[in-house]
C-alpha cells in the first residue's frame, strides 16, 4: 500500500493521541504483545532484555507514553529523545535494532488499536517512530569520546529509615555528568538488566560522589534490592543523566519545592545548587511524609536551611498530628502557606500528590509555565 502524503504536525500529534488512548486500554496486554512479536523475529534480541516478563513492561512503554505526550512540542521532545539515545548506550544495541522494534511495534499498535486504525494513523505513528529513532541514533553515536557506556559506581554508604526508606552514597569510577534534579537509571547485581530510575539527591560535588533516596515498593524488584540487599562494597551500574526538572539559573523569581517522600531527592539537589548561589532570591522547600518517622532526611535539610538563610524548609505530616510539624495534606498545606503565583514551581512525588499540588496552584493563578515536574519518575 502506498504511504498517504505527509501529515502537518498538528493532525499528526492529534491521531498518535486519540489512537494511543485506544490502544492503552489494553493496559500490560500491548506490551507482552509487542515484546512475543519482537523476539519471535528476531530471538537474539532476548538477551538484552531482563529475564522475567513481568520486568519487560515498564522501560519502553514508559517511554511511548512521554513521547505521546510530548509529541505536540517538539520544543522538549527532541531533548527527551536524545537523553534516552545517550542512556541507551548501555544496552548493547545495533542501528538495525532500531527497525525490528519499530516493524514489531507498527504490527503491535494496529492490532489494539483495532477499527481506529487507518492509514493516516499508520502514517503518523510510522513517520514519528522514524524521527525518535534517528535522533536516538544520531544522540548515541555523537556522544563525546570517552564517554563510558555505564558508570560503575561503588557503595560507599547504606543507611535504612523507617517506611522502608535508604539514603544510598555511591562513587562512580569516573565522573557522570549531571545537572540538579536530574535521575539515572540503576541496575543492581541482583537483578541483570532490571534498571529503574532514581534521581540524584544531591548537586554535582568535587569529589564526584552521587547520593539516591529510595523507598522499598511492593514487588519493585530494584528498590527492593537497594533497600534491603545492597551494602557498602557493592558495584551499582548508572545509567547517563537524564530529566528536566533542573534549577532555571536565568529566572529571577522566588522558588517553591513541594517534595513528597523520597521525591524530596532531586528537590534536595535542586536546593543544594540554589543556595550555592541565590542571588537574592528565597527558597521554600515543603517536605510531606505520613509521620514523623518518615520525615527521613530532615536533619539535614535543616543544617542546609541554618547554612543558607534564604531557604525556609517547612516538615508536613499528613497521617498523625505531629507536636513538631504542620499536619494535613501536603498540596493543602502548600496552598494554604500562601500565594506563590509569583514563584518558581519544582513539585515531585506521588503522582497524585503531584497532579493536587499542580491544580492548587494553577487555581492560584501559577502560569503552568513555571512550574516544573519530571513525569518519567
Ligand atoms: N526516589 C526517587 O529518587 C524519586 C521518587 N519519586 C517518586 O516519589 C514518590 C515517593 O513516594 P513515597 O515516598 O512512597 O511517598 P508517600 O506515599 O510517603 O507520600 C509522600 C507525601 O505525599 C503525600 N501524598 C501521597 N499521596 C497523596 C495524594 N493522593 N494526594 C495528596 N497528597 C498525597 C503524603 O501525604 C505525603 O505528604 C514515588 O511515586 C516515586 O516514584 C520521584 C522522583 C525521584
Not at 505513528?125 to 525518535?132: G, H, I, K, N, V
Not at 552514597?169 to 537509571?185: D, F, S
Not at 501536603?330 to 514551581?345: C, F, I, K, Q, T
Not at 503531584?354 to 492548587?360: D, E, I, N
Request: glycine residues 6%; contains cysteine.
Amino acid at each position: 500500500m502506498d504511504r498517504p502524503q505527509p501529515l502537518d504536525q498538528t493532525e499528526q500529534a492529534r491521531l498518535i493521541r486519540e489512537s494511543f488512548q485506544v490502544i492503552a486500554q489494553h493496559g500490560d496486554r500491548v506490551a507482552l504483545h509487542f515484546f512475543a512479536e519482537l523476539f519471535l523475529r528476531h530471538p537474539e534480541l532476548r538477551d538484552l532484555f531482563p529475564v522475567a516478563m513481568s520486568e519487560l513492561r515498564g522501560g519502553l512503554f514508559d517511554a511511548i507514553t512521554t513521547i505521546v505526550q510530548r509529541i505536540v512540542s517538539t520544543g522538549t521532545l527532541v531533548p527527551f529523545l536524545q537523553q534516552l539515545g545517550r542512556d541507551h548506550r548501555k544496552y548493547d544495541i545495533r542501528t538495525e535494532h532500531f527497525a525490528y522494534v519499530g516493524e514489531a511495534l507498527m504490527i503491535t499498535l494496529e492490532k489494539y488499536a483495532g477499527e481506529a486504525w487507518t492509514p493516516q494513523v499508520a502514517e503518523a505513528w510510522r513517520s514519528t517512530y522514524d524521527l525518535a529513532a534517528k535522533v536516538m541514533l544520531q544522540a548515541m553515536q555523537s556522544v563525546p569520546p570517552g564517554t563510558p557506556r555505564w558508570w560503575d559506581a561503588e557503595v560507599l554508604h547504606h543507611q535504612r529509615y523507617p517506611g522502608r526508606i535508604a539514603v544510598i552514597v555511591v562513587r562512580p569510577h569516573q565522573p557522570l555528568p549531571y545537572v540538579a534534579g536530574q535521575y539515572v537509571t540503576i541496575e543492581t547485581p541482583y537483578w541483570p538488566r532490571v534498571w529503574r530510575p532514581f534521581s540524584i539527591a544531591n548537586a554535582p560535588r568535587e569529589d564526584h560522589l552521587l547520593e539516591f533516596h529510595v523507598r522499598a515498593v511492593g514487588a519493585g524488584w530494584v528498590s527492593n534490592a537497594l533497600v534491603g540487599k545492597v551494602q557498602v562494597g557493592d558495584r551499582l551500574k548508572l545509567g547517563s543523566a537524564m530529566g528536566s526538572m533542573v534549577l532555571d539559573e536565568t529566572s529571577d523569581r522566588p522558588v517553591l519545592c513541594v517534595a513528597g517522600g523520597t521525591g524530596l531527592a532531586p528537590l534536595k539537589a535542586i536546593a543544594q545548587a540554589f543556595a550555592r548561589d541565590p542571588r537574592g532570591r528565597t527558597l521554600h522547600l515543603f517536605f510531606g511524609a505520613r509521620d514523623d518517622d518518615e520525615l527521613y532526611d530532615l536533619e539535614n535539610l535543616l543544617h542546609l536551611a541554618e547554612a543558607c538563610p534564604a531557604i525556609t524548609v517547612v516538615p508536613v505530616v499528613s497521617q498523625y498530628p505531629s507536636q513538631r510539624w504542620r499536619f494535613g495534606s501536603l498540596p493543602d498545606v502548600v496552598a494554604e502557606s500562601g500565594n506563590w503565583a509569583g514563584h518558581d514551581v519544582y513539585v515531585c512525588g506521588p503522582p497524585q500528590m503531584v497532579t493536587a499540588t499542580v491544580r492548587r496552584l494553577a487555581d492560584q493563578g501559577c502560569p503552568t509555565s513555571r512550574i516544573f515536574y519530571d513525569p518519567v519518575t
